[in-house]
């Protein structure tokens, strides 16, 4: 059973940056596409950046490019997303997910087409 695990949230100052972990395990993690979505309170969960099997193809919300890096470590199982200069808006749990692909470089920005899921990480951001 595949099962994922983000750590690296923290409480910072808007302008701080942080790197988000996610450890994967169960599977082989180079058969999984993988993303970031994260849910602020009294808001739907949104998609934050998405990365294929092979690391070739990725997909950013429009709210978060340029400042949002999503990677993946397949040696290591685990996959990332750096984030950088912060804003009081980026407070909320990120969660990361996983789902087998049958494509190199497919990527999937949307929740429902996740089927593993970590517990999330907060993160908060203070102006």
């Known amino acids: 059973q595949v099962q994922l695990v983000e750590s690296g949230g923290s409480e910072v100052q808007a302008g701080d940056s942080l790197r988000l972990s996610c450890a994967f395990s169960g599977r082989t993690f180079d058969a999984y596409a993988m993303a970031w979505f994260r849910q602020a309170p009294g808001k739907e969960r949104e998609s934050v950046a998405a990365?294929?099997?092979?690391?070739?193809?990725?997909f950013y919300a429009d709210s978060v490019k340029g400042r949002f890096t999503i990677s993946r470590d397949n040696a290591r199982n685990t996959g990332y997303l750096q984030i950088q200069n912060l804003k009081p808006e980026d407070t909320a749990l990120y969660y990361c997910?996983?789902?087998?692909?049958?494509?190199?470089?497919?990527?999937?920005?949307?929740?429902?087409?996740?089927?593993?899921w970590g517990q999330g990480t907060q993160v908060t951001v203070s102006s």
């Open positions: 990365i294929s099997r092979s690391s070739g193809r990725t």
């Open positions: 997910a996983a789902r087998w692909s049958p494509s190199y470089v497919a990527v999937f920005s949307s929740s429902e087409q996740y089927n593993y």
